[in-house]
């Protein structure tokens, strides 16, 4: 059924295909049944499409260093997407980099051992540059761990889903923007995937939602939309995937960005108060002597 409904995925979203092939059935199956694709499934889908230089557009982020769980939910969507064009670039150093990334944020929520892959398997594979099998075995990770995370909280499986998609919308109008064809840019044509996120991110509880990277997604949400929607088989002006780029940039920075963790916060706080101390000792000083100059200046008066 999966890959009916990702064939389907791709047949519509491509835009490369009119819907009149289609039965009525199978347009009510895809209208009511989202697909939520993981990122390789987008980017194996743009790779059919155009000839991109992934080593040339990819870039990628090892931090882990997060504080807070719906933080670290939307960074393991991001790093399983910038793990997919690791492999996707054929780049040895990055792929293994983002393995161990992916796996040091997925055991925040529970992620047992054996759902990973030895890392020296990997290196096998790497040295042995079987890519469609690391592929496969990411993948299978990244399922895996979204079933951990679901038992911890649903919120977190909607926040990697929505971090990852929206990696690989970064990634995507970066490489069309420099390499623009009217055909590869309706791979974005995605309205009722748009919707979806846009739905389930209004269900996400107050203490996952109440945050500054989940606001600004909430906000740009509908800016994607209007910028993606224009209709089935047209494509998405130059212009457009410029702004989708910029705006995917923006949030994308914020998703990254490293929080502060507890410990952190504590020598902050400390310094700021040795700080203060030192400023009061000095306020101490200045107040002594002006005090001592004044009776010293009075005595002398009063000889």
């Known amino acids: 059924m999966r890959v009916l409904k990702i064939a389907l995925m791709l047949f519509l979203t491509a835009g490369l295909f009119s819907q009149d092939g289609l039965s009525d059935e199978e347009k009510a199956f895809f209208k009511s049944n989202v697909v939520v694709p993981v990122p390789s499934e987008i980017i194996m889908a743009l790779d059919m499409l155009s000839d991109i230089n992934w080593k040339a557009i990819a870039a990628y982020n090892l931090s882990a260093n997060y504080a807070d769980n719906y933080k670290i939910a939307l960074n393991l969507g991001v790093r399983v997407a910038q793990g997919f064009i690791a492999i996707q670039a054929e780049d040895r150093k990055n792929t293994a980099e983002m393995f161990s990334v992916c796996r040091d944020l997925a055991e925040n929520f529970g992620a047992k051992s054996e759902m990973f892959v030895d890392k020296d398997e990997i290196a096998r594979l790497l040295n042995e540059g079987k890519w469609l099998e690391l592929r496969g075995i990411l993948d299978d990770i990244h399922l895996k761990v979204k079933d951990e995370m679901y038992k911890y909280d649903p919120d977190f499986v909607v926040l990697a889903s929505v971090g990852g998609w929206l990696e690989g919308l970064h990634i995507v109008s970066k490489a069309l923007k420099d390499n623009y064809s009217d055909d590869a840019s309706a791979?974005?044509?995605?309205?009722?995937?748009?919707?979806?996120?846009?739905?389930?991110?209004?269900?996400?509880?107050?203490?996952?939602?109440?945050?500054?990277?989940?606001?600004?997604?909430?906000?740009?949400?509908?800016?994607?939309?209007?910028?993606?929607?224009?209709?089935?088989?047209?494509?998405?002006?130059?212009?457009?995937?410029?702004?989708?780029?910029?705006?995917?940039?923006?949030?994308?920075?914020?998703?990254?960005?490293?929080?502060?963790?507890?410990?952190?916060?504590?020598?902050?706080?400390?310094?700021?108060?040795?700080?203060?101390?030192?400023?009061?000792?000095?306020?101490?000083?200045?107040?002594?002597?002006?005090?001592?100059?004044?009776?010293?200046?009075?005595?002398?008066g009063g000889e």
Not at 222 to 232: A, M, N, S
Not at 233 to 245: K, S
Not at 246 to 261: N, P, Q, R
């Open 187 to 300: 791979i974005l044509y995605q309205p009722e995937l748009i919707d979806y996120f846009t739905q389930e991110m209004t269900y996400l509880k107050l203490m996952n939602s109440d945050n500054p990277e989940v606001k600004e997604i909430n906000r740009i949400m509908p800016e994607i939309k209007r910028l993606c929607d224009v209709g089935q088989g047209n494509p998405i002006p130059l212009g457009a995937m410029n702004e989708l780029y910029k705006m995917s940039s923006d949030v994308s920075a914020l998703i990254v960005s490293e929080t502060k963790t507890d410990s952190d916060s504590g020598s902050d706080e400390t310094g700021s108060k040795e700080k203060q101390f030192i400023w009061y000792i000095i306020y101490g000083v200045l107040g002594f002597i002006l005090i001592t100059a004044f009776f010293i200046k009075r005595k002398k």
